[in-house]
């Protein structure tokens, strides 16, 4: 079984600060990952993708990824009350060709003001 | 900005009844896929569709469930004799690509009774 693994939390950081969100996966074949956030009954909205090993900065978020560990991981700088969600890591799955994502069960965050 | 959109937003259904929810991908896209979460577990895989057939299903699309996409815009998921446990957000999302961002509907609330 291909998994993605993250912690749960929840995790609260004060208003201002930095989150940090991780994820580890299991499929060594994995080339793609993303990171999705999730508010209470909403479906899930991409806000980073990261294919190669290093940083990737977008705004407040930067995404790491380290193939050799096999871990991916979220910085929000930074962090605003709005940014209070979960967090849903994702790595594509590829079987015969075909492409699938497989999600991690997501971290709550919770900024506090 | 292009979105997928999915109706209805929520359906109430009784067990053992049909239930057929739409979905609208971004025009551009080729790859097509469902999801389903049920409440407080992760996101999960149910199938993928491209250039009109199947590409994958998982474990949980069984032999009740279906998809169609029966014009050059519509994506369909029929689940035959609905069961309480298919009781989930279900979510569509579609992707220009391989290795391509997914993107989601907003989803579709299912609630068998």
């Known amino acids: 079984q291909k998994e993605v693994e993250q912690n749960s939390g929840p995790l609260s950081v004060p208003e201002g600060a930095i989150a940090s969100l991780n994820c580890t996966y299991s499929?060594?074949?994995?080339?793609?990952f993303f990171w999705y956030r999730q508010y209470s009954g909403k479906s899930p909205e991409l806000i980073m993708f990261?294919?190669?090993?290093g940083d990737k900065e977008d705004g407040r978020f930067t995404a790491q990824l380290n193939k050799a560990s096999q871990y991916v991981s979220l910085l929000i700088r930074d962090s605003q009350p709005s940014d209070s969600a979960t967090y849903l890591c994702?790595?594509?799955?590829?079987?015969?060709?075909?492409?699938?994502?497989?999600f991690g069960t997501g971290t709550r965050l919770t900024i506090i003001p | 900005e292009p979105e997928v959109t999915q109706t209805p937003s929520h359906q109430v259904t009784q067990m053992g009844q049909e239930v057929i929810l739409r979905c609208v991908p971004i025009?551009?896209?080729?790859?097509f896929y469902w999801y389903r979460q049920i409440l407080g577990q992760k996101v999960e895989f149910l199938v993928s569709f491209y250039n009109n057939e199947i590409s994958e299903k998982s474990e949980i699309f069984d032999d009740q469930f279906s998809v169609e996409r029966p014009d050059g815009s519509n994506f369909t998921l029929k689940i035959r004799s609905t069961k309480l446990e298919d009781s989930a957000m279900y979510f569509c999302?579609?992707?220009?690509?391989?290795?391509?961002?997914?993107?989601f509907g907003q989803g579709t609330r299912l609630t068998v009774v």
């Open positions: 990261i294919y190669s090993n």
């Open positions: 025009s551009n896209h080729l790859y």
């Open positions: 999302a579609s992707k220009m690509g391989r290795d391509t961002e997914a993107f």
């Open positions: 499929d060594r074949g994995s080339q793609s």
């Open positions: 994702a790595a594509t799955v590829t079987n015969f060709g075909n492409e699938k994502l497989t």
